[in-house]
């Protein structure tokens, strides 16, 4: 049982990816779900959280309006689409699943390594 993130990769700024989170082993109807980001020397943040029961959004500041985080449960599988990256979006980013955890507390507390599941990371690398 686990989730795996992919679409990570080098892209020139204004350009874009897609990230996804596919759930192996068991489906994401009833779970949280969100996508952080940890740069290098800095902690891990969290950019875009979705619920399981309205599939209500919440954004940090940074990504609000550009950043977009969607799910298929029929797929397992939850997408982070990134238009008109910058640099400063460098980072690894993780999606982690959990199903206690609120999508406003997934996405404003520091996050818990306690989580049900995360991911190993992808690496996504803007640079000219």
């Not at 940890?38 to 979705?50: F, H, L, S, T, W």
């Not at 298929?72 to 689409?81: I, Q, R």
Request: glycine share 10%; net charge negative.
């Amino acid at each position: 049982l686990h989730v795996e993130e992919s679409g990570g990769g080098l892209v020139q700024p204004g350009g874009s990816l897609r990230l996804s989170c596919a759930a192996s082993g068991f489906t994401l109807d009833d779970y949280a779900i969100g996508w952080f980001r940890q740069a290098p020397g800095k902690e891990r943040e969290a950019v875009a959280c979705m619920s399981s029961s309205d599939d209500s959004t919440y954004y940090t500041d940074s990504v609000k309006g550009r950043f977009t985080i969607s799910r298929d449960n029929a797929k397992k599988t939850v997408y982070l689409e990134m238009p008109s990256l910058k640099p400063e979006d460098t980072a690894v980013y993780y999606c982690a699943a959990d199903r206690l955890t609120t999508v406003q507390a997934m996405c404003t507390q520091a996050p818990s390594f306690l989580y049900d599941y995360w991911g190993g990371g992808t690496q996504v690398t803007v640079s000219s």
